[in-house]
């Protein structure tokens, strides 16, 4: 074989081995940008998705605030809570000793202000108990999903389930005819001590005696 023949076949072998690589190369590389596309592409419409239930339950709910509480943990929410809670006493108890410290006012507007001013803590303390609810029965429903996929998993079951599995306590139930037998024992020995005869009165004469008179 010519040596010209086989440097083209060469080139061509080497030609057709790096198109084959740049192929695989674009093909992987358009599936992972692909796959992050539709990642990210998911992940905003779930976090849109969170905002906007979380929008339903508290209209005055912002963005910024939202994602803020999203970072933060089960023990840092319940303290932020406990602090508004505060805060709204602390305002109602301020409010209240303004209107002591001016007894002169009209009582009419002191009435209505004191009744909104009521109205609005009522308000926020009752929109804070319906988040902490909501709250406790999202945590509570994903407590048990978690646990019942890691029973299934682990294929552990209930104490309860396997009445013979080691660690359970089973109650001995005695056989009813013991308990006749004691029962019937101890109604005998009653009755025995029902049934004896009162001392003989010391006036009635005796049987002997009655029978020698006759």
Same mark, same amino acid.
């Given at each position: 074989?010519?040596? &010209?023949?086989? *440097?083209?076949?060469?080139?061509?072998?080497?030609?057709?081995?790096?198109?084959?690589?740049?192929?695989?190369?674009?093909?992987?590389?358009? @599936?992972? @940008?692909?796959?992050?596309?539709?990642?990210?592409?998911?992940?905003?419409?779930?976090?849109?998705?969170?905002?906007?239930?979380?929008?339903?339950?508290?209209?005055?709910?912002?963005?910024?605030? &939202?994602?803020?509480?999203?970072?933060?943990?089960?023990?840092?929410? &319940?303290? /932020?809570? /406990?602090?508004?809670?505060?805060?709204?006493?602390?305002?109602?108890?301020? *409010?209240?000793?303004?209107? *002591?410290?001016?007894?002169? *006012?009209?009582?009419?507007?002191?009435?209505?202000?004191?009744?909104?001013?009521?109205? /609005?803590?009522?308000?926020?303390?009752?929109?804070?108990?319906?988040?902490?609810?909501?709250?406790?029965?999202?945590?509570?429903?994903?407590?048990?999903?978690?646990?019942? $996929?890691?029973?299934?998993?682990? !294929?552990?079951? $209930?104490?309860?389930?396997?009445?013979?599995?080691? !660690?359970?306590?089973?109650?001995?139930?005695?056989?009813?005819?013991?308990?006749?037998?004691?029962?019937?024992?101890?109604? @005998?020995?009653? !009755?025995?001590?029902?049934?004896?005869?009162?001392?003989?009165? #010391?006036?009635? #004469?005796?049987?002997?005696?009655?029978?020698?008179?006759?």
């Amino acid at each position: 074989m010519p040596p &010209f023949i086989s *440097s083209l076949e060469t080139r061509s072998t080497t030609t057709n081995s790096n198109s084959i690589v740049w192929i695989v190369s674009s093909i992987v590389g358009g @599936v992972i @940008v692909l796959v992050a596309i539709l990642t990210t592409v998911v992940l905003y419409y779930n976090k849109r998705s969170q905002y906007q239930q979380a929008k339903e339950l508290n209209p005055y709910l912002s963005r910024h605030e &939202f994602v803020r509480k999203r970072k933060m943990s089960a023990v840092d929410l &319940f303290q /932020e809570e /406990e602090h508004r809670r505060q805060l709204m006493i602390r305002k109602s108890i301020i *409010s209240r000793s303004s209107h *002591s410290l001016h007894p002169n *006012s009209p009582p009419r507007k002191e009435a209505l202000e004191r009744s909104e001013t009521m109205e /609005e803590v009522e308000r926020e303390a009752a929109e804070i108990e319906r988040q902490e609810s909501l709250r406790l029965k999202d945590d509570w429903k994903r407590w048990e999903a978690r646990l019942k $996929h890691e029973r299934s998993t682990s !294929g552990e079951h $209930h104490p309860l389930e396997s009445p013979t599995s080691p !660690g359970v306590p089973t109650l001995t139930v005695p056989s009813p005819s013991k308990h006749r037998g004691q029962s019937r024992v101890a109604f @005998v020995e009653v !009755g025995a001590e029902v049934l004896v005869p009162p001392p003989r009165n #010391p006036n009635r #004469p005796s049987m002997d005696l009655v029978s020698a008179v006759r």
